[in-house]
């Protein structure tokens, strides 16, 4: 029997809501000397707050299971309510280790999301056409970039280091909503058959390709973050740039994401065939 097909509508919705887990994930780094300022730390000390949210998305894995429980469209609404509750902590204190636990929660808000969202799309979409549409729902990444950036530049500017968190919290809130009405739930897929026993975690660790798989992951991310950190100071100590400026530079590095990104989802010959089939 065939599964019921993801719509457009359905795609976006999640591409929607991806872009503002992402924007929440993203905005700190162009802007955390600004952060550092406004709450009289070393932009060192701020860096705490990158390495808080990066730290909780890290146990992404710990949360996947409940979806399988709970349900993927519930959980995925959930995720959005974390990432609202965070974002509105951001706006009501300005105690930095205060913060470090709201921006931990956007960390957990996105590790709760990101794989019921990646299991919602493997119960409904087939597997010929699975890879297309994760690869869509990824354009988030440079979307967060490419918009979200350059917006909170200028809120940053004209309200202070804290606005971007306010127009994430009702954005989030607009995300949770249109998940709960606009995703067919998952559950009315026919079932599939029921996946093997997982492995545990240790013996997992212990075969040599899961090791050397999360050894690279871990240094991709290591040197990313390495990159990140310095990058709004860099801008601001080399060139003077003015934290709207930074916004819009910082549209560079999003185009250049979409285009790689863009180049894996569109740009092979089936592209449009496979995804079409989806609909």
Known sequence: MPRDPLSPRAILTI??????????????????????????????TAGQLAAAQGGAGMLAPLFGHLSDRHGRRRIMVLGQWVLCVASLAVLLTDQFYLL?????????????????????????????????????????????????????????????WQSPWALIAALSVVGAVLTQRMLPDARTAPPAAPPPRPAPWVAL????????????????????ENVLIVYGAFLEDSYGLATTAIGMVSVAIGLAELLAEGGTVFMSPTAWANSAACY
Not at 18 to 30: D, E, L, Q, V, W
């Open 205 to 224: 660790l212990r075969q040599p390709r899961v090791a050397a798989a999360l050894f690279v992951s871990l240094g991709l991310l290591f040197a990313l």
């Open 15 to 44: 591409l929607y809501s991806r872009t503002i887990n992402n924007m929440s994930y993203r905005i700190i780094y162009p802007f955390l000397p600004v952060l550092a300022r406004g709450l009289g730390v070393t932009i060192e």
């Open 100 to 160: 470090l636990f709201a921006f931990a929660g956007f960390g957990i808000g996105k590790g709760i999301y990101d794989p019921a969202m990646q299991g919602y799309v493997g119960d409904l979409v087939p597997y010929a056409q699975r890879g297309r549409i994760v690869g869509i729902t990824e354009l988030a990444w440079s979307f967060a970039w490419l918009i979200g950036v350059p917006l909170a530049g200028v809120l940053i500017d004209r309200a202070g």
